[in-house]
């Protein structure tokens, strides 16, 4: 028989090795994380390496405490089917790069969290009720763009001062198109410039949009914020060139690309922030309780081997105020 000393002992031996209670076989949990792409894989590559390794920073791999689902919508009007298609996922956040990719995600879902990497702005859209508390199940960054674009319009002007006529292209279905053209309108009597605009809202409109676009006779190019646009950077700035148009647009890409000038945000710190976010929703904060943040920084950049090409000389003035200078 056992008797009480031998009982004692063993039930201390057994406590000491046994797991605190709570914490034995509690496997991880493993997190559910969307994202809502807009345009092809290779559209967007460069952004989920950025975000992809902005996670792995943060202590989520995938495989093991986080499952990812990419998205991809080739056009405008696939974003709602396949933000309905995510939201039947049982995701535990999903992150939309754009205004439209939001917009899609917002009218599906009133409850699963979503992140902006960069949206518009939020509360004229109706997506959150303030900046400071967005009060419902969406936040991440904004980008006021009709100041910003304004802005872009000063500088094209500024470094080609006959500057008269600027084509201005866009994707009017996308809601921060309109506020933007508002805006331009109302500054370009100052600048002494005629602005004209071409909707472009599908892939196969683009080089026609372009062609009709030069009857016009411009003589600047701007092209305003939207993912379809961005995608095709080059080719735009290869338009740009081919015509003898100076350019601007709003993400270094732009420039990269062979565009005369971007003027915005950089895309990789947004990208980060909106990880920062999903971190956040991940520990238990609520995206009604995470303030929408503005960027306190704008890139200038400045490809000086296009405005050879176009025969520019670029000011010294906004030389000295570039962040980048492309030779």
Do not use: H
Request: hydrophobic fraction near 45%.
């Amino acid at each position: 028989m056992m008797n009480r000393r031998t009982f004692l002992c063993g039930l201390t031996l057994g406590t000491l090795a046994a797991p605190p209670a709570g914490e034995a076989q509690q496997p991880a949990k493993t997190f559910r994380i969307a994202v809502l792409l807009p345009g092809r894989p290779a559209d967007t590559a460069s952004l989920i390496t950025v975000f992809r390794q902005d996670l792995r920073d943060l202590g989520y791999v995938e495989g093991q405490n986080i499952l990812l689902e990419l998205r991809y919508a080739e056009t405008p009007d696939a974003l709602g089917d396949t933000a309905i298609e995510l939201t039947r996922l049982n995701m535990d956040v999903i992150v939309a790069p754009t205004t439209t990719a939001a917009v899609a995600l917002k009218r599906a879902t009133r409850t699963i969290p979503i992140v902006v990497v960069v949206v518009g702005d939020p509360v004229q859209s109706g997506l959150v009720e303030s900046l400071a508390r967005p009060g419902g199940n969406l936040t991440g960054n904004a980008v006021l763009y009709p100041e910003l674009t304004v802005k872009q319009l000063e500088l094209l002007k500024e470094t080609s001062s006959r500057l008269s006529r600027v084509l201005v292209l866009g994707n009017w279905s996308n809601p921060s198109t309109p506020p933007i053209w508002d805006s331009l309108q109302s500054a370009s009597p100052g600048l002494n410039v005629r602005l004209d605009s071409v909707d472009v809202r599908a892939p196969e409109d683009f080089g026609t949009a372009l062609e009709a676009a030069m009857r016009q006779r411009p003589d600047g190019v701007l092209a305003l914020t939207d993912p379809f646009i961005l995608f095709r950077a080059a080719r735009l700035a290869e338009f740009a060139l081919m015509n003898k148009l100076p350019s601007i647009s709003f993400f270094r890409e732009f420039a990269l690309a062979g565009g005369l000038m971007s003027y915005g945000p950089n895309l990789v710190d947004l990208a980060r922030r909106a990880t920062w976010y999903v971190d956040k929703i991940l520990k238990g904060a609520k995206p009604a309780d995470l303030p929408v943040q503005q960027p306190t920084k704008f890139d200038l950049v400045i490809n000086l081997k296009t405005a050879k090409a176009l025969g520019l000389t670029i000011p010294q003035s906004i030389l000295l105020r570039a962040d980048q200078v492309i030779e």
